[in-house]
């Protein structure tokens, strides 16, 4: 199941009764910080994304659920500089699984991320930070 986060606790009736049957539960994130996300995901509030995902994250522990809690972002003109601060938010949370997708507003020269030089980079660093190993080619 994908969110965006924002009524897990309004909801929790609901979520507690479908945990144990949601094999993944994914949360998007889309940003890294407070004043990104709020460019991003207008009306979306900051505070409420990280309560919910500890509440979640923490009902799913106590309740011995198999329930993956895996977090999401999209990659965007306006937050990829974000990624390595992402993967340290999903370790701060306990959030041992996140992905990183393209948006298709992020262009890049010859349709590729790896052609640009500074987006490499923050992936690299976001992937060192991961501790997933990064290859030199």
Known sequence: IQTNGSLLQQKQILVKRLLPYIS????????????????????????????????????????????????DFVVQKDNYKEIPLFVKLCKELGIKKFNLQISGDYKVPNSTICKSCATLAVWRTAMEMAGLNVDAA
């Open 24 to 71: 993944e539960l994914r949360i998007s994130f889309d940003a890294a910080s407070k004043e990104t996300y709020k460019n991003i995901r207008v009306n979306g509030s900051w505070e409420k994304l990280l309560d919910n995902t500890v509440w979640v994250r923490d009902v799913i522990k106590r309740s011995g659920f198999a329930t993956q809690l895996t977090a």
